[in-house]
């Protein structure tokens, strides 16, 4: 258990539950909810329990239990009332916060658990949707906030993946009811963050058509050979990180030179890094997203 994380700060409270650290003085000094402890320079320092017990009260909050009637529960019935709750909605509401928990402690078996509750009531394309990607859309910030390191981040989006390849790997057993198309998913040299293309790969197979997934670090002219197999390919990036944008005129130079030249091959490319291309200025066959929903809606 000594990779735990077991003292959390007040900024980590908020940053995890939402609520704003103002407002958790508040519920701490006023009704008594939270007991931190305190570091010999008097900086408030909260435990996991705490933590556990801020998510819950969050989750009450949340669906309209006001906080002078939440602070009147008696304490170990709190996770009572969320399980109640929870039973008569829906988990996804507690869905996140278990994620969360999940990761700050390296649960595996907390996160099959929430994913498995989820998959009772929803389909994995809602999921991700509905679940995974605000879930992922918060990590940036708790990975910028310090909440979280590089560590848990990689524990949870591991796990996504796992997910992801699991339903993609279903609809693979079927054949390819449109032709017209390929889609060659891959990432640029030294870009690494694949959850999102992953999704889209998934996305395109669920709606009938053939991929060729190549994933990571894909330098450009390892590309050529495809040309020799099939004619028109939609060749689908995700530029997070690189090209950077001193490398983005190039990359556009060098993907007309290996792969845009016969007028039949294309690319759809979405991510941060989009930002820093002339969209004016690009070739008809280069086509910019500025989502995966975007994506999935030209498909």
Do not use: C
Not at 73 to 101: D, G, T
Request: aromatic share 12%; no cysteine; proline share 3%.
């Amino acid at each position: 258990m000594n990779n735990v994380k077991k003292s959390f700060s007040i900024r980590d409270l908020e940053n995890l539950s939402g609520i704003k650290a103002h407002t958790i003085r508040i519920w701490e000094k006023r009704y008594d909810l939270l007991s931190p402890e305190r570091t010999t320079t008097n900086i408030r320092t909260y435990s996991l329990e705490s933590l556990q017990k801020l998510l819950n009260i969050t989750l009450l909050y949340n669906n309209g239990y006001k906080i002078s009637k939440i602070s009147k529960i008696p304490e170990n019935e709190i996770p009572l009332v969320v399980r109640e709750i929870v039973a008569r909605s829906s988990v996804q509401n507690h869905a996140l916060n278990a994620f969360k928990l999940s990761m700050i402690n390296f649960d595996i078996s907390l996160f099959q658990n929430t994913y498995n509750k989820l998959l009772a009531e929803k389909s994995f394309r809602e999921i991700f949707w509905d679940v995974f990607i605000p879930l992922l859309n918060e990590l940036g910030l708790l990975w910028q906030t310090d909440t979280i390191s590089p560590a848990h981040e990689h524990f949870i989006t591991n796990l996504i993946k796992q997910k992801i390849y699991t339903s993609t790997e279903k609809l693979q057993l079927i054949e390819p009811t449109k032709k017209d198309k390929v889609f060659v998913l891959f990432l640029p040299e030294n870009e690494i963050h694949e959850i999102g293309l992953l999704f889209i790969n998934y996305e395109i197979i669920l709606r009938g058509y053939k991929t060729i997934y190549l994933g990571q670090t894909m330098p450009l002219e390892s590309l050529t050979d495809l040309k020799n197999y099939y004619e028109n390919i939609h060749f689908v990036s995700y530029f997070t990180v690189v090209p950077t944008k001193d490398k983005m005129e190039s990359y556009i130079v060098d993907f007309t030179k290996y792969l845009g030249d016969n007028g039949k091959s294309s690319l759809w490319v979405l991510g941060r890094q989009i930002q820093h291309l002339n969209k004016e200025k690009l070739p008809s066959y280069i086509r910019t997203f500025t989502s995966v929903e975007d994506i999935s809606a030209a498909l």
